[in-house]
């Protein structure tokens, strides 16, 4: 049995090569990271920035919060053009002008207007990082292991979101209000190094081989990648095998993605996942997260927010391992089932002591509790698989534009979110949280439903799924 296992392992291709390693880590660090420190940048600065601009009334720090998403927005349109036109690795190259110029803006502080175009600016990069950088990692990834680089892009996320806590708690490492210029600065510390080391990494192979038509540096890019000349030939051969089998299948439109039944259901399943992420009123708790958890009854809540960073950072690391054994479709369920139970203990355990504050002391241990398995069911299900399975269920040819739709429903739900919690809070109170479980009941049902498994699964196969699901629905469905 000992000389069978080493001589597989002597014949076996290597997959984690350097090559790989460095094209992920730019990816990721320079894309991903950002995204994550500018959502954790706002939860714990509020009070400084209030006290640092003045006279910013409950409007325009909603408006300064909701700065990241309306950019965002914007972005995650067109990062998918972008990235069709000029490659995925021109695409992150450029996109560090429109963060390095938030960043300064922000950093700056020269007003509270500045501030809020900065933190706009900063957004459309975030906005295309989102788009491309799932689409690189999916693009080089091998597929024994897509969906633990697919999940990577979150981690990243989930650790700067905990990144841009833990640097702003209030007397952690002195007064937040002494260095705060430092702090909004910080997102140039990972542009800097994807600019240094992202013109080291190939291109996405198969954007060369299918945008491109340029076999040559595809295979080339795969060599690179891969470590191995015999390993780059076969899946140059696959990708070769692919396009011939669809020889009479060119780019798609717009108009196709809206048109034909399979890419219109599957664009569908694309945007309702994005929907599940972020209509579960995830952001809302990271970004008021101090004032929920002083409200349940947390004395500290900069340190609450924190905590609940570490979770979602740990919890997502689980996950990695999981995600190519379970499979993606059963842990985004196991995740929203949770989170729906959670939902319901925080919203009853919320009213109770909304009613009766003084004489129901067991209801703030409950609700953080809560809080605290809505944030790991999120980081296990509808945290990371949005993101990898964008790249899961598109062909080459659909993959660009779909993603960009796709990417740019996620920012909208977001920005949708961010801008309504606050009025929603006061006007329905703990209601609130029966309203984000209502949505999150509802794509639970969609998930179940419609979602196919994704899980080392060619793509061919999991159009053939969505297309024999889209033939049995009527057509006023789908």
Same mark, same amino acid.
């Given at each position: ?32 990271? $950002? ?49 069709? &036109? ?33 933190? /706009? /600016? ?9 788009? /491309? ?161 002083? &409200?349940?009854?947390? &004395? ?139 949505? /999150? ?14 899980? $080392? ?22």
């Amino acid at each position: 049995w000992y000389q069978r296992r080493v001589r597989a392992s002597v014949g076996a291709p290597k997959v984690w090569t350097c090559g790989l390693v460095i094209a992920i880590s730019v990816a990721i660090i320079g894309g991903s990271l $950002q995204y994550g420190l500018q959502i954790g940048s706002m939860a714990n600065t509020q009070e400084t920035l209030r006290n640092v601009f003045r006279n910013v009334t409950d409007t325009e720090m909603s408006l300064i919060i909701s700065g990241m998403p309306m950019g965002g927005l914007v972005g995650g349109l067109a990062a998918g053009l972008i990235a069709d &036109k000029v490659g995925r690795k021109r695409c992150m190259l450029l996109n560090n002008i429109p963060l390095l110029l938030g960043t300064v803006l922000m950093a700056s502080g020269i007003n509270k207007y500045l501030f809020f175009i900065g933190r /706009v /600016v900063a957004g459309i990069a975030c906005g295309v990082a989102t788009g /491309v950088s799932p689409m690189y990692l999916a693009e080089i990834s091998p597929v024994s292991v897509k969906g633990a680089i697919g999940v990577s892009h979150q981690f990243m996320i989930t650790f700067g979101i905990l990144l841009g806590f833990v640097l702003s708690i209030n007397d952690l490492l002195t007064s937040f209000s002494g260095y705060w210029h430092l702090y909004f600065a910080l997102p140039a510390i990972p542009a800097v190094y994807q600019l240094i080391l992202l013109p080291l990494c190939p291109e996405s192979p198969n954007w060369l081989y299918y945008n491109k038509e340029r076999e040559d540096l595809a295979r080339a890019a795969l060599t690179k990648l891969r470590g191995s000349q015999s390993v780059a030939d076969e899946e140059v051969d696959s990708m070769i095998k692919e396009r011939t089998s669809n020889a009479s299948s060119p780019m798609v439109t717009y108009k196709e993605l809206f048109t034909n039944r399979t890419l219109r259901l599957t664009l569908i399943i694309g945007v309702a996942l994005q929907g599940a992420q972020q209509l579960s009123g995830v952001n809302a708790i990271l970004n008021y997260g101090p004032e929920i958890l002083k &409200k349940a009854g947390m &004395k500290n809540g900069d340190l609450g927010t924190g905590l609940l960073g570490g979770i979602n950072v740990l919890m997502t690391l689980i996950s990695v391992p999981l995600m190519d054994k379970m499979g993606r479709r059963s842990l985004m369920l196991f995740g929203q089932f949770f989170m729906i139970v959670s939902y319901v203990g925080l919203a009853i355990a919320q009213r109770i002591h909304d009613d009766n504050p003084d004489g129901a002391k067991w209801t703030a241990p409950v609700s953080v509790t809560t809080i605290i398995t809505f944030i790991i069911s999120f980081a296990i299900g509808p945290g990371s698989i949005p993101w990898l399975i964008i790249g899961e269920l598109f062909t080459a040819e659909a993959r660009g534009k779909a993603s960009s739709l796709c990417v740019g429903a996620n920012w909208v739900f977001n920005l949708l979110v961010v801008l309504s919690y606050d009025q929603l809070n006061k006007a329905l109170k703990p209601n609130t949280f029966f309203l984000y479980m209502g949505i /999150v009941i509802f794509f639970f049902i969609f998930t179940f439903l419609f979602v196919p498994e994704t899980k $080392q699964k060619p793509v061919e196969r999991i159009n053939r799924e969505i297309r024999d699901q889209a033939e049995k629905c009527p057509p006023t469905v789908f």
